[in-house]
């Protein structure tokens, strides 16, 4: 699917990150590079983690992260995060990209997706039961 299709699918969770494509996050072929993104990610779901660690957290785990299109120098990136699971310490959190240009009129596209796991950390940075 191009940038110029409709897209019909729409982002799943809350928008917690939102940047903008530089040149100078560009591999040799001129698309933003995988790892740009994936550190977007994390920071995407390290912020959607303040509200149900209520406290200190760090990555314990990538999992399943899957690049669907490049992204071009301009794109607007959004990092959706939608928590999936809570257990006593650990949380999972969804993360979608998606890019949209204003080319004509606006289109949005999703670009990559993957799990990130955290873990809540007390203030010795040992991990902490979540509150509940």
Same mark, same amino acid.
């Given at each position: ?40 990610m ?8 303040? %509200?149900?660690?209520? +406290?200190? $957290? ?8 899957? @690049? ?31 890019? %949209?240009?204003?080319? +004509?009129? $606006?289109?949005r596209k ?5 799990? @990130? ?16």
């Amino acid at each position: 699917m191009t940038i110029t299709e409709v897209e019909t699918e729409r982002p799943e969770g809350i928008l917690a990150l939102q940047t903008l494509a530089m040149p100078r996050d560009t591999n040799a072929n001129g698309d933003i590079f995988g790892g740009r993104l994936v550190s977007q990610m994390d920071l995407a779901a390290g912020i959607a983690t303040k %509200s149900v660690a209520k +406290g200190r $957290s760090a990555t314990v785990a990538i999992q399943n992260v899957s @690049f669907i299109a490049p992204v071009a120098v301009g794109s607007t990136v959004g990092c959706y995060t939608k928590l999936l699971k809570k257990g006593t310490s650990s949380m999972h959190f969804q993360v979608q990209v998606w890019i %949209s240009l204003l080319v +004509g009129e $606006s289109m949005r596209k999703k670009v990559a997706d993957g799990v @990130f796991v955290f873990v809540a950390l007390d203030s010795n940075s040992k991990k902490r039961s979540l509150p509940e």
